[in-house]
Structures are given as C-alpha cells and as structure tokens.
C-alpha cells in the first residue's frame, strides 16, 4: 500500500465516520475533504475544485429549479390531486394510487420535493377518509425515493454515475435508461405496499383521533387552555407580552386576550395589556403556581448602586474578547460565565452602546467588552488563563459610570413563608426569567457577595438584585395574576376569518434544524406561536422554548392567517394546512410544462445532451415568469451542491491514487469466483447498506470508482455496475436519517426508527431482487465480444 492510499483511504474514513456521527453539517465534511486533499498533495487545487464545474452539478442544480417551477406554477399538485381523488376510499387502492402517481412525477422532478408538494395532499385525504397518517405516509416517501430510479433527471445518484461514466470514456445513460430497472421496481414497491407493507406501519384507531380538521383537538390542547386575570390595577397594565414574560417566565403563550366582553385572538408580542385583561394561555400553569408561593417579595430599597459590591472582596472589571476567544459565537447564557468561572456579567459594550438588559441572549464577537465582578484575586487567575482576552484593571467608580449602572442595584427581602427559602439561587431562574442576577445576599451575620450558583436561600435574605426597577415590578404583576374560570374552552373559538391553525414542518433545506424557539425569536420574527410539538409520535405542549426544532418535527402554528401564509412560502419550512398554501402561478402551468416537454424531448432524441438542455430549460423557465430569479436561487440546494462538488474530489482521489482499484480488488475480486451476479450483489449490499447511513450522493460518488474498477478488472460491464450503484444508492428504505423523504414524513407519521427497519427490509430485499433479474436482461454483465 503506497502512502497515497493511505492518505486517501484516512479521509475517506474520517468522512464516512463524519457523515455517520452528523457532528459537522455534510456539506461543511465535503470541503473538509477537499482540501484536505490539496493540503495532503493528494489533488493539484484545480483538479480539486473541478467538482463545481462538473456537469453532474451544473444539471442537479438545473433540475432542480425545472422541479421548483412545475411545483410553483401548480403543475404537479394538480396531476396529484386530480389523480388521488379518483383513488377512492380504499387504503389499497389509494396508497397504489398515490405511489404510482408520486413515483411517476418523481422521474422528473425532485423527489423532495414531490414528497413535501404531495404531503399536505395526503395528509387531507387521510383526515378525510378516516385513515391513519401512519398508513400513508411512508409509501409516499418510498415511492418518491423508488420513482427517483426511473430516468435518468429522476434522482441525483443517477445523474452523478452517469457524469462519471461518461468522465471515465464509456457510453453514458440516455434519459430512460434506468426505466426497465426502475419502473420495476417502482411496480414491485407497489404491490408490496398495497398488499403487505402497509400492514407493518403502526395503526391508530381513527376513532380515538380529533374530527378531521381539528387540528386543536389532534393536539390535544382542550386540557391546557386556560385563563390569567390582571387585577384592575395590576402593574402589567401598559407593559407589552413580550415585556410582561409570560412566555419567558412562565412558559405561557397568550392565544387570546378577553377585554370588555370583547375577544382578541392571536395577539402579537407588541401587544399592550390592560388592568382587567383575560389572558387565554396555553402552556401548563406549575411554575405559575410555584411562582405565587414565592410570596410577595418586599423592596427593601431602589437606589442601591454598585458601589455597594464593588468593596475590598469585590473585584469590578472589564474584559476584551478577542478573535480568537473560545466563546465567540456563544450566548451569554451558554457560555455560563457564572458557573464555569464564577463571574457575574453586568454589561456588555459592543462599538458604542451599552446593554444591560437581555444579556443572556447576547450572541458574543469580537471586540465585545464585559463588565464583570468576580471575588478578590479570581480575575488575575483569569488574566494568566488568557481565554477571555485582556483584563483592563479601571477603578470601580470609572467602570460603573461608563457603563451608566448606578442606579441598577435593587433589595429585597425573602418572607419566612416563602417557598424560595430552602431553594438553590440556580433554581429560582431570576436570571432567565426576568433578567435579575443576585450579586449578593445579605443575612444577619453575613454578607455573601457574588454568592455561587449552588448557594442555598434562607426566610429573611435580603436579595443585592442587579436588574431594573421595572423587572421586580414585572415578576410582582405576575405573582398577581389570578387563575379564572378554567373549564375546558373549545379550540375552535381559536380561529376566525383572520386568525387560524396550521401544521408545518422544517424543510429538508431548514437551517434551524437544532435551534430553539427562544433563540429564533419565533414568535417575535414570524407573527405566529408554536403551541405544540409532535416528535416520534409524542405530543409536547409545554416548555416548548427550550426545545431544539429538529427535522421529522410536526407543530402547530397559531396567528394571524396572512402571517401563516407567509410562512409557507418561508424556505425553512413546509407548513401542511392547504388554507395556507402559497399562492400558485396557475396560469405559467401551460408554459412551464411545455417547457419541461422541451427539456425532455431534446435529450430523448439526442438533439442536446443533459447538461445543456437543463440549463436551457432552468433560465426559459425565470425568462417566462414560472419563477422569479429569487425563487430560482432557493430551489437550488446549495447545501447538496457543496456536498457532491467536495464528494467529487474525493471519488476522482480515489482513482488515481489506486485507492478504488484496491477496494475493488479487495471486497468484490473475491466474489468474482462466484461469478458476474455475486459481484452486483456485492456492490449492491455495500452501496444500499451505506446510504441508510449517509447522504445518497456521497454514496453514489464514493462507489462509482470502485463499480469503475470492479467492471475493468473483471471484464463486466460498467454501465451493469454503475447502474447498481444509482439504484442502491437511493435504497435508503430502513432508516430515517438516511434520505430526507423518511424524515419529511417521521413526525405526521408518527414513525420510530424500528417502522422504517420493519416495513423498509422486504422492500431493499425486493428491490435488490429486480436488481439481480431485470438489471442482466437489460445491460448485460458480461459484454459481447
């Protein structure tokens, strides 16, 4: 083994243990890799950068906006629904239906995109009928993923070992080359679903469901409606709901507000309340009740300074973050300065201004200056560490008038009764809650000054607070908040003509996947709440703010139905509910579809080839006004062409360094012996079993140099093997992680891993079958002569 296929076989292992572990974004692996590759000596930089100019990528990206436009211009969704609602009421009958109809609009388009087009189409059908989700949805995603294998545009594995046929010098596929293959094993998936597959999903009795389109009731929000009263006086009264914490306190989303007989539905956060409001809440009330045995806590004073802590135990300084600091990038809040080093922020200088309030939600960068207070001698332990940058040493009095903190220390008193008495400081969530940070704790024989997060409160502290005035004012109007009547209200006074209820998802090209509702300002940025969360076939409606969204996620939306409407056209999500569809072009469906005619017919006859005619046919479909150049740009998964460009480096990698002649050598030569079929099976098992693993196209550019190797080596046909390699590669039947489809459709499914294991299995096995039997009628293992 020489040192190059030692260094190509390294990263080639790193990445599939990248890919496998989705510690890194894949994309972000693909350029790893490449340059990984240049640094290495591997690749000359312009071989390695050729990916993004490979015709592979030039067409994938092509499609995909052909795709976008048949979708925006209402193309696809009419065939579906046309076809689906003459299907009947059957299950049989209407997953055979909807499969064909799914795989046959597949073939050209993209399958994720026919997937999340047709899912809201199902979805209704299924409420309609009475038919679980659960029964429906996976032969949606399998069919799409099955139709991806009839043509040539159908999937990006097909287009991308047909770009390195035609690379290595060996005749390349035609548009419907994989058809017999394809089409056969779409016919097969069929037939398995209709009669066997669909008895293997999980089964919920329709019965014990909400009425078709309750979406309240499917989410079961009746026993966690309820009501909050202000007093008439209530020091809440002028203050907006993104000021009066309900959310970030109490956990509470505010649905609707009663006032003066009158019911305002899906107020925003800039929404002012009054004494006297009504407040519908959503959301469990336990830390609303824990809050009230708080008991009243009693200002003891209002114009205590810093002055106060900043004493001879007391250190006040100034930290500069520089660029290379382990924290930027980070929240306040995750960074965790008070526990992990035990400093107290008080401000933050970013340029000129100065915050001292929202701290924790603070993303820091370069150049930020902290004002901090630590105990005596822990900031020059701190200065030595040089992680948190230059430690200015200012007097006290000069830092506390920079940064205008004089009048932001408050005291208050904790009653004997109390229930905070006997709690840790890091549970009564001062912090988090309302913005409050205890500096210190004065008892009767002590004071404890920058107290730790471990400290235990006793009946009579008196709490040093660093915050506003206006803070305590808030959390005292919350502990005055009363419950009200509290029968199970009926979800339906939810919705209006202008306000309603949706379902969405993330999109598969979300770039919120991991993130949580409190850091994307969910409700601020999009006009609408997120009342509920439905993930692995469990419903969760409280501390929602904390969640992180993930892909497979279902929830449910409630706002204004112009802010839902906008939302569906928003490129991280898929919002399910037909009344808040995008608006579609109607008219452009004649142009575009005689558009995607042309494409097709010019690459059918020969008259233009692939990576020419998709261009063509992308650019006609902008010039004509089927989408806009915007539109055109969001198609494109920018994510998946990174993705392939990087991949391609390492494929051509692995054939000049002999990496790919080795492996070919290694694991398929061995099965020579056993003749031309065992080697398709082989490469089969292999490629099929990576990509339930790792993203399709890395599989299919990781395997073609091997099935390129393998076919000159043994004398079989490449195109015999590169076919098996596209077909296997958009198998990923048995895991959820292993195509976006499966993850599109795990949460209205209601799926575990093990349903997709349980019902995926026969069909690999099937499919593998059509492989090994169809595949050598059509492209002979062995080539004449």
Known sequence: MNFEVFVVGGILLVAVVLFVTEKIRVDLVALMVMLGLVVTGILEGEAAIMGFANEAVITIASVLVLSGALMRTGVAHFIGQRVLAASGDGVGRLIAVMMATVGLLSGIMNDIGITALMLPVVLDMARRTGTPPSKLLMPLAFGS??????????????????????????????????????????????????????????????????????????????????????PAHSTLAGKTLQQSRLGQALGLNVVAVQRSGQMILAPGTDFVLSGGDEMVVEGTLERFEALRAWKHLQIESRDRTLERIADASIEVAELELPE?????????????????????????????????????????????????????????????????????????????????????????????????????????????AFGLTVVGILR??????????????????????????????????????????????????????????????????????????????????????????????????????????LPGDAFLLHGDRSKLALLADHPDFLVMTEGAAEVVRSGKAPVSALIMAGVLTSVVSGLLPIFIAAPIGAVLMVLTGCLNIEEAYRCIEMKAVVLIAGMLSLGLAMQESGTATLVAEAVLGSLADFGPLAVVAGLFLITALSAQMMPTAAVAVLMSPIALSTAVSEGLSPQALMMTVAVASSCAFMSPVGHPVNLLVMGFGGYRFVDFIKAGFPLFVLVMAVVLTVLPLVWPLVPAG
Do not use: C
Request: aromatic letters at 4%; hydrophobic letters at 40%; charged letters at 25%.
């Open 145 to 230: 993923l099955l139709g991806g294998m009839t043509t040539l545009i159908g999937t990006a594995p097909n287009i991308l070992v047909n770009g390195a046929l035609q690379d290595a010098g060996f005749e390349p596929f035609g548009m419907f080359s994989f058809t017999p293959v394809g089409l056969t094993a779409l016919a097969v998936g069929i037939v398995y679903m209709t009669f066997l597959g669909r008895r293997l999903f999980p089964d919920r009795d329709p019965k014990k469901e909400s009425a078709p389109a309750d979406l309240g009731g499917l989410y079961d929000l009746r026993g966690l409606i309820g009501i909050l009263q202000a």
């Open 324 to 432: 290379d600091s382990s924290l930027i990038g980070q929240t306040v809040q995750k960074a965790n300065l008070r526990r992990t080093r035990r400093l107290h922020v008080l401000a933050i200088l970013r340029g000129e201004q100065v915050r001292r309030t929202g701290l924790r939600s603070m993303t820091l960068a370069p150049g930020d200056r902290l004002l901090v207070a630590a105990k005596s001698g822990r900031l020059a332990a701190l200065e030595e560490d040089g992680t948190l940058g230059a430690v200015h040493s200012v007097p006290a009095g000069e830092l506390i008038s920079r940064y205008q903190m004089e009048r932001r220390i408050q005291s208050v008193r904790i009653s004997e009764e109390s229930l905070l008495a006997g709690q840790l400081l890091a549970e009564t969530r001062l912090a988090d």
């Open 444 to 549: 009767a024989h002590e004071e404890l000054l920058m107290p730790d997060p471990d400290t235990r409160l006793e009946g009579g502290d008196i709490l040093l607070l660093r915050g506003r005035f206006e803070d305590l004012e808030i959390l005292e109007g919350l502990q005055e908040l009363t419950v009200g009547d509290n029968r199970p209200l009926d979800v339906s006074g939810l919705e209006s003509d202008t306000v309603g209820l949706a379902e969405a998802s993330l999109s598969p090209r979300t770039t919120f996947a991991g993130k949580t509702i409190e850091e994307l300002k969910f409700r601020k940025t999009f006009g609408v709440s997120i009342l509920a969360i439905w993930r692995n076939g469990e419903i969760y409606r409280s501390g929602l703010r904390r969640m992180e969204l």
